[in-house]
């Protein structure tokens, strides 16, 4: 595969200090806002772990902003949280590509309440409810016939009475202590400006290209 003459130059869109303002969360829900018009799923992004100086790294939905928190739920026991349990600082990517955009953030995770997962767990549709308790994440399968047949078993099992969230699969919320909005620019001229906590305040900066 011979890619080197496939690009795009960027040239939507620009970010200045004064565009960016003082508080990163409401620069992101700015983008964010701006991007779930054209995205078809704007609130995708990567979640990255760190074991043994081995990264990982796998896209997952954002569900929530809370209290200046980033809140995504998962199998407790899967590869992530058994990462993330072991090194709870992670770093999340956001790429919003027809607005030439992206936001990196790192922080720290820990996991939200019980009751924080259980409303979330009883919002979700009902089969999505049984997949949950179904999927042993990121353990080995043997066929996709025998995860099938425990689905429809499990269908059959709470098919009047309601699904309780299974203990192994709840939230994640993540405290930033960093961000960098990206703005594509022309003649890969882009655009960074980062954002560092400091006690309760934000220090803002610009990076090189």
Not at 45 to 70: A, G, Y
Request: aromatic share 12%; charged share 25%.
């Amino acid at each position: 595969m011979d890619l080197r003459d496939k690009r795009i130059d960027y040239d939507r869109f620009h970010l200045t200090e004064e565009e960016a303002g003082n508080d990163p969360f409401e620069l992101f829900k700015r983008w964010y806002t701006e991007a779930s018009k054209e995205e078809i799923e704007a609130n995708i992004m990567v979640v990255s772990t760190s074991v043994n100086n081995q990264p990982d790294s796998r896209i997952v939905l954002l569900k929530e902003v809370f209290e200046q928190e980033f809140v995504f739920y998962t199998n407790y026991t899967s590869h992530k949280g058994e990462q993330i349990a072991l090194n709870p600082n992670v770093s999340l990517l956001f790429f919003w590509q027809n607005h030439q955009r992206q936001v990196r953030v790192t922080g720290t995770a820990q996991k939200v309440s019980a009751k924080q997962s259980d409303e979330y767990f009883a919002s979700r549709p009902y089969e999505s409810q049984i997949g949950a308790i179904a999927s042993q994440q990121s353990s080995e399968l043997t066929t996709r016939g025998e995860l099938e047949a425990l689905v429809n078993e499990l269908l059959e099992k709470h098919r009047n009475i309601p699904v309780k969230r299974p203990n192994h699969w709840g939230g994640y919320r993540v405290a930033p202590s960093h961000f960098e909005f990206w703005q594509g620019r022309p003649s890969r001229l882009h655009d960074r400006i980062c954002f560092t906590k400091k006690g309760d305040h934000w220090n803002r900066g610009r990076l090189h290209p």
